[in-house]
C-alpha cells in the first residue's frame, strides 16, 4: 500500500470515519477491513475495477446496507447507520446512479419529492420555490427555470438537479455515485464544477467515478479498492494515472502485500 498522505495541516477532523469495515454475502467478502475517512471541505475520490467495493461501500455509507464488522464514526462518535433516513438524519445525503427523479415533474417539485413542505394541509409552493432558487443559486447550477420539467433538460442538469436535491435537508457529506457517466465532455465539466461548489460550501464529498482524468482533475485525495481491501491513498493533486492504475490493477509495489 501506497505511504498515507500527510494531513498533518488539516484543523478539522473527519465527518465521516470509517475503520475496518467487513462486508460478506454468504461465503462472499465484498469488503475486508476497509479504512475510509472524509472532512469537511474535501473532495475524496473512490476508484477500482469492476467489482472492488466501492459500490458496497457507498451503500453502507447511505444505510442501504450494514456492514458485518467494524467501527463507522460521525464527527468521532460511533453511529449505526440502519437505514437510509437514519443517514439523512446522520448529514449524510447519496445520489446514485438512477438518481432517483421524476421526468414528468419540473424542478422544484423534483427537489422537494417525498419532502414537500405543507402549510394548513397545503403545498407552500411559494416557499419550495424559494428555497430551490437558493440552493440552485448557491451551487451556481446552469438551470433555464425551476418550473422546467425534468425531461427537458440535459444529462448534467438532471445531475445537478439531484446534487441540488441533496442540498435540501442541509447535509454535511455527499456521496456521489458516478455523476458524469454517460454525460458529454461539456455536461461533464459542469457536474465537476458542482462537485468543487460543495466543497466550497463546507462540505464532505465522496466522489465514485471510473474516470480518472475526472477524479484526477477534482479531488482532493483518492482512495482505491481493489478485491474489497484498501489498496492505496493519493494526494490528487499530485497523483498519476499511471500510480491510479497500477493501485487498480495490483500492479508490483502496490497493495496490502507491499506496504
Same mark, same amino acid.
Do not use: W
Given at each position: 500500500?501506497?505511504? #498515507?498522505?500527510?494531513?498533518?495541516? /488539516?484543523?478539522?477532523? #473527519?465527518?465521516?470515519?470509517?475503520?475496518?469495515?467487513?462486508?460478506?454475502?454468504? $461465503?462472499?467478502?465484498?469488503?475486508?477491513?476497509?479504512?475510509?475517512?472524509?472532512?469537511?471541505?474535501?473532495?475524496?475520490?473512490?476508484?477500482?475495477?469492476?467489482?472492488?467495493?466501492?459500490?458496497?461501500?457507498?451503500?453502507?455509507?447511505?444505510?442501504?446496507?450494514?456492514? /458485518?464488522?467494524?467501527?463507522?464514526?460521525?464527527?468521532?462518535?460511533?453511529?449505526?447507520?440502519?437505514?437510509?433516513?437514519?443517514?439523512?438524519?446522520?448529514?449524510?445525503?447519496?445520489?446514485?446512479?438512477?438518481?432517483?427523479?421524476?421526468?414528468?415533474?419540473?424542478?422544484?417539485?423534483?427537489?422537494? @419529492?417525498?419532502?414537500?413542505?405543507? $402549510?394548513?394541509?397545503?403545498?407552500?409552493? &411559494?416557499?419550495?420555490?424559494?428555497?430551490?432558487?437558493?440552493?440552485?443559486?448557491?451551487?451556481?447550477?446552469?438551470? #433555464?427555470?425551476?418550473?422546467?420539467?425534468?425531461?427537458?433538460?440535459?444529462?448534467?442538469?438532471?445531475?445537478?438537479?439531484?446534487?441540488?436535491?441533496?442540498?435540501?435537508?442541509?447535509?454535511?457529506?455527499?456521496?456521489?455515485?458516478?455523476?458524469?457517466?454517460? @454525460?458529454?465532455? $461539456?455536461?461533464?465539466?459542469?457536474?465537476?464544477?458542482?462537485?468543487?461548489?460543495?466543497?466550497?460550501?463546507?462540505? &464532505?464529498?465522496?466522489?465514485?467515478?471510473?474516470?480518472?482524468?475526472?477524479?484526477?482533475?477534482?479531488?482532493?485525495?483518492?482512495?482505491?479498492?481493489?478485491?474489497?481491501?484498501?489498496?492505496?491513498?493519493?494526494?490528487?493533486?499530485?497523483?498519476?494515472?499511471?500510480?491510479?492504475?497500477?493501485?487498480?490493477?495490483?500492479?508490483?509495489?502496490? &497493495?496490502?502485500?507491499?506496504?
Amino acid at each position: 500500500m501506497t505511504s #498515507p498522505i500527510d494531513t498533518s495541516d /488539516t484543523t478539522t477532523g #473527519p465527518v465521516l470515519s470509517m475503520h475496518g469495515i467487513t462486508k460478506r454475502f454468504g $461465503a462472499v467478502e465484498a469488503l475486508v477491513d476497509v479504512t475510509f475517512e472524509v472532512r469537511p471541505r474535501e473532495v475524496v475520490g473512490l476508484i477500482g475495477d469492476n467489482a472492488a467495493g466501492k459500490s458496497t461501500l457507498a451503500k453502507i455509507i447511505a444505510g442501504a446496507l450494514q456492514p /458485518t464488522a467494524g467501527l463507522i464514526e460521525i464527527d468521532g462518535a460511533g453511529v449505526t447507520i440502519g437505514s437510509p433516513s437514519a443517514a439523512h438524519r446522520l448529514g449524510i445525503a447519496t445520489v446514485f446512479q438512477d438518481l432517483a427523479l421524476c421526468e414528468n415533474l419540473d424542478v422544484s417539485a423534483n427537489l422537494f @419529492l417525498g419532502r414537500e413542505l405543507n $402549510a394548513t394541509g397545503f403545498l407552500h409552493e &411559494g416557499r419550495m420555490a424559494q428555497l430551490t432558487r437558493s440552493v440552485l443559486r448557491d451551487l451556481r447550477a446552469q438551470i #433555464p427555470s425551476i418550473h422546467t420539467p425534468l425531461h427537458q433538460l440535459s444529462g448534467g442538469q438532471r445531475q445537478a438537479v439531484a446534487i441540488a436535491r441533496t442540498l435540501i435537508g442541509e447535509p454535511r457529506l455527499v456521496v456521489l455515485d458516478e455523476p458524469t457517466a454517460s @454525460l458529454s465532455v $461539456a455536461q461533464t465539466a459542469e457536474v465537476l464544477t458542482l462537485i468543487e461548489r460543495l466543497r466550497d460550501l463546507g462540505l &464532505g464529498v465522496v466522489f465514485i467515478s471510473h474516470n480518472l482524468t475526472d477524479i484526477g482533475a477534482t479531488c482532493d485525495r483518492i482512495e482505491v479498492l481493489r478485491h474489497g481491501r484498501n489498496n492505496g491513498s493519493f494526494a490528487g493533486s499530485s497523483v498519476r494515472q499511471a500510480d491510479l492504475i497500477a493501485a487498480i490493477t495490483g500492479a508490483p509495489g502496490y &497493495g496490502t502485500a507491499h506496504s
